[in-house]
């Protein structure tokens, strides 16, 4: 009896032990930048504040595993920021033009679908290097964001898509649902269907993928419809919580996506990552950003500090994983 028990025990500990060390190396940053700002700032642990740090981060949740996917297939995709602003844009200019809610949504989800297309056809069939494609339709996207609403942001009063950013089911903001399922999505997805094992074949040796009977070039197209498609739903929400469609609201977006998913432990180009473990490097983000906020740092110097701090934990993270391999 005695013998069992302490089996159970030190099962549980070796459970809790491997799961710490499945941990990315900065998880430890987020729990100590937690209780800095917490420390320096009683307010951050307000519940008002920390609902707001979460709803906030939906929308970098649902694209930083938009990103998570891409590297984990080998790519990468820099148009994730444009995409999220050129959704929201559309959203908004087919609201002007009399479309009902349902309809807006659907446009502008649909807008994502046909840059992720153009994105996974570059790549898969014309074998463009993904970061020139994405680059340049980030910048495709961004000017047509700005060209079309004249620079100016388009205000966004319909109800229905008010309710989307503002309302919440069972007291649950909506924004934070559709994170949920998304992410729910795509985990199903990368660690229960072909699909997902074909990606992660596909990022860890792409021709000896196509050897064994992958069809590389459908997955890798699909995989930046997928992406697109998803984060222009980001897009609708972000537009709906700010009830504006903002030219410029997502500039910098896709550094932080991407930057959330290599601190998360994903690695390009290896069929590595996990878009669980990319929920740290969203809260490590949020929490900077908030932190910043709550203890009064000049708002100019927030980006400049936020940009050190990623490309730091950055180099901090793959450093720890290269001594550990």
Do not use: C
Request: no cysteine.
């Amino acid at each position: 009896m005695l013998n069992t028990k302490a089996e159970n025990e030190n099962k549980i500990i070796n459970q809790v032990r491997r799961f710490l060390e499945e941990l990315p190396p900065l998880t430890w940053v987020v729990v100590a930048l937690i209780l800095f700002f917490g420390i320096v700032s009683p307010s951050f642990f307000a519940l008002n504040n920390l609902a707001n740090v979460v709803r906030r981060g939906s929308t970098l949740w649902i694209i930083a595993t938009m990103a998570t996917l891409v590297l984990i297939s080998g790519g990468l995709d820099l148009s994730l920021g444009s995409m999220l602003t050129f959704s929201g844009v559309v959203l908004g200019l087919l609201l002007q033009a009399g479309l009902n809610a349902g309809l807006a949504v659907l446009g502008a989800i649909l807008s994502g679908t046909f840059v992720g297309f153009i994105n996974g056809f570059l790549v898969s069939v014309f074998g463009i290097p993904a970061f020139i494609v994405t680059l340049g339709t980030m910048n495709v996207f961004a000017g047509l964001a700005i060209a079309l609403t004249e620079t100016g942001a388009v205000f966004i009063g319909d109800p229905t898509i008010v309710f989307l950013g503002a309302g919440a089911i069972a007291g649950i903001p909506i924004p934070i649902l559709v994170a949920i399922l998304v992410f729910a999505v795509s985990y199903i997805i990368l660690h229960h269907t072909s699909f997902g094992r074909y990606l992660v074949a596909i990022g860890e040796n792409k021709m000896g993928a196509h050897l064994s009977g992958v069809n590389t070039r459908r997955y890798t197209w699909l995989i930046f419809v997928y992406s697109s498609t998803f984060t222009a739903l980001a897009g609708v929400i972000l537009a709906a919580r700010i009830q504006s469609a903002d030219p410029t609201v997502g500039v910098g977006w896709a550094f932080d996506a991407v930057a959330a998913s290599i601190m998360g432990g994903t690695l390009r180009g290896k069929g590595k990552g996990n878009i669980t473990t990319t929920i740290i490097g969203v809260i490590l983000i949020q929490v900077l950003r908030n932190g910043l906020n709550i203890i009064g740092v000049p708002i100019e110097w927030r980006s400049a500090i936020i940009g050190t701090f990623l490309l730091a934990g950055i180099i901090f993270d793959i450093s720890v994983r290269r001594r550990e391999a």
